[in-house]
C-alpha cells in the first residue's frame, strides 16, 4: 500500500533578510515527499522534471526510499523555476521571477507500481492536473488529501470545486479559507467548505498554527514559538507530507487520528523554516522529530 504525492518538482532561488540561495531543489512534491518519508516506508512521487535537473537532485529523493518512477524527464528542457524575496516579517514576498518549464504542460503518468495507492496527497497544482491524475488511478484511494491556493480560485474556480467533490481532506490557508468560502468567520468558512465536498478541512495560519475541521468537531494546533525563521517557503508542503505520511503509518483515519497527523505536521514544518530549501528535513533524525513531538505537546497540556 503505497502513498503518492502529486506536485512540483522543481528549482527555487530565495532571499529572505537572514541571505540568499541561487538555485536549490523545490517545489510542493519535494517538501511534501521527504516529511512523509520519515513516517511511511513507500512514498512516490508523480511529477515532471526537465534534463537540467540532474541525477544528483534526484537522489535527494531515493536516498530516503523514495520511489521516483513517476517523475517524467523531459529530454532537452528546463525545470520550472520560481524565485522570490521575503519581506522582514517572512509572512509576504514578492515574486521576483516564475519560469513553468516542463510544468507548464504537465501531463500525470500514473505507473502501474503506483495503482496499489492507498493515500494521494494532490499538491497545489492545476486542478484539472489533479482531477487528471485521480481519473487515472484504477481505484479510488482510501485517502485524498488536497492543497491549492488562491491562484486557482481566481482562474480555475469551476474546475476546483469539481476536484472538491473528490476529496477527503483539504488543507489551505486562512485568505484562501475566506475567499473560497465568501464568509470572514473560519468557522462560518468551514462549514461552508465543508458542503463542497471535503469530510475535513485543515486551515493553516502560518505561525499562529492550525484548524482542524470536521465531524462536527474542531482542533486547534499551535505553531512552535521560533525565535527565527529562517525560511518558510515550503512550510505548508511539509506540513501536507507529515499530516499524510502519519495517517499513512497509522492506517485509520477519523478525527482523533487527524488531530495527530495535524501535530505530526506541525512539527515538521517548523525544522523546514529553520534553513533554506530542504536543506533542514533532508537530515533529520528520528529524536530529533520525537523531541519535537513532545515541545508541542508541551505547549497545550495543562490540568484544571
Not at 207 to 222: D, K
Request: hydrophobic share 45%; aromatic share 10%.
Amino acid at each position: 500500500m503505497s502513498l503518492i504525492i502529486l506536485g512540483s518538482v522543481a528549482f527555487d532561488a530565495l532571499e529572505t533578510p537572514f541571505g540568499k540561495t541561487d538555485k536549490i531543489v523545490g517545489g510542493a512534491a519535494s517538501y511534501a515527499a521527504i516529511a512523509a518519508s520519515y513516517l511511511y516506508d513507500h512514498v512516490k512521487i508523480i511529477s515532471v522534471v526537465g534534463e537540467d535537473f540532474g541525477q544528483d537532485n534526484l537522489e535527494k529523493f531515493t536516498s530516503k526510499h523514495i520511489d521516483i518512477s513517476g517523475i517524467q524527464i523531459k529530454s532537452g528542457e528546463k525545470s520550472f523555476f520560481w524565485s522570490g524575496r521575503y519581506h522582514n516579517d517572512m509572512n509576504t514576498r514578492d515574486t521576483l521571477v516564475t519560469e513553468l518549464n516542463v510544468l507548464g504542460d504537465f501531463d500525470p503518468i500514473i505507473p502501474t507500481s503506483y495503482q496499489d495507492a492507498e493515500y494521494i496527497l494532490l499538491g497545489n497544482l492545476s486542478p484539472q492536473v489533479q482531477l487528471n491524475a485521480l481519473e487515472r488511478l484504477t481505484k479510488r484511494p482510501k485517502l485524498v488529501v488536497m492543497d491549492t491556493m488562491n491562484f486557482w480560485m481566481n482562474i480555475a474556480l469551476d474546475d476546483l470545486k469539481e476536484v472538491l467533490k473528490q476529496v477527503d481532506v483539504l488543507t489551505i490557508n486562512d485568505e484562501e479559507a475566506r475567499q473560497l468560502s465568501g464568509q470572514y468567520s473560519l468557522v462560518k468558512a468551514a462549514a461552508v467548505i465543508l458542503t463542497m465536498g471535503p469530510k475535513y478541512l485543515i486551515i493553516k495560519k502560518g505561525e499562529h498554527g492550525a484548524l482542524l475541521f470536521g465531524e462536527n468537531s474542531i482542533f486547534v494546533a499551535p505553531a512552535l514559538p521560533l525565535a527565527e525563521v529562517f525560511d518558510p517557503t515550503g512550510a505548508g508542503d511539509t506540513f501536507a507530507g507529515g499530516f499524510i505520511g502519519y495517517l499513512a503509518n497509522k492506517g485509520v483515519i477519523n478525527f482523533e487520528s487527524m488531530k495527530a497527523a495535524v501535530i505530526y505536521g506541525s512539527a515538521l514544518a517548523s525544522f523546514c523554516v529553520e534553513k533554506f530549501g530542504t536543506e533542514r528535513i533532508e537530515t533529520l533524525s528520528a529524536l530529533e522529530i520525537d523531541q519535537r513531538i513532545q515541545t508541542f505537546s508541551t505547549l497545550t497540556s495543562f490540568v484544571i
